[in-house]
């Protein structure tokens, strides 16, 4: 699970620095295509966790940190039906019915925090708010 995080956060690293909202050396590919130092990085910071927590912690704290995205992403796409809706959009965005695509994933995201043990949310939380603090303080370069 670690190993898989490892190189599915790595994928997302390159994409954000390959598109200007991490530092562009992030996004260096080498003679195999392989972004050999968003690897890194993802690696080091898995490691630098287990000191912190025990492995099941951490492997949660993962899972929690993805299914947290999940539910960002469904309220980026339920913000999105809102104004395709209010532009008239005659796209699958702009059906009525949307909304409920979006709104069950965040319910049922909802039921999943119910199960997740308190020390893996706190974890989860404490990158989240690091990351939004980086990206919202200027550090993190944009196009």
């Not at 008239?88 to 049922?108: A, C, E, H, M, N």
């Not at 939380?125 to 303080?137: P, Q």
Request: glycine letters at 8%.
């Amino acid at each position: 699970v670690i190993l898989t995080g490892i190189l599915g956060t790595s994928r997302v690293m390159f994409a954000m620095a390959r598109d200007g909202h991490l530092p562009r050396q992030i996004s260096f590919l080498d003679r195999f295509s392989t972004p050999v130092v968003a690897i890194v990085i993802s690696l080091m910071l898995a490691v630098s966790m287990m000191p912190v927590a025990s492995f099941g912690t951490i492997v949660e704290s993962s899972n929690t940190c993805v299914i947290a995205a999940y539910a960002i992403i469904n309220a980026a796409a339920l913000k999105v039906h809102i104004r395709y809706r209010s532009i008239g959009s005659r796209g699958l965005l702009g059906k009525d019915w949307f909304f409920l695509i979006p709104f069950s994933g965040i319910v049922t995201i909802g039921i999943f925090f119910v199960f997740l043990g308190l020390e893996s949310i706190e974890i989860a939380a404490a990158v989240i708010l690091l990351a939004s603090f980086i990206y919202s303080s200027g550090y993190a370069p944009t196009n």
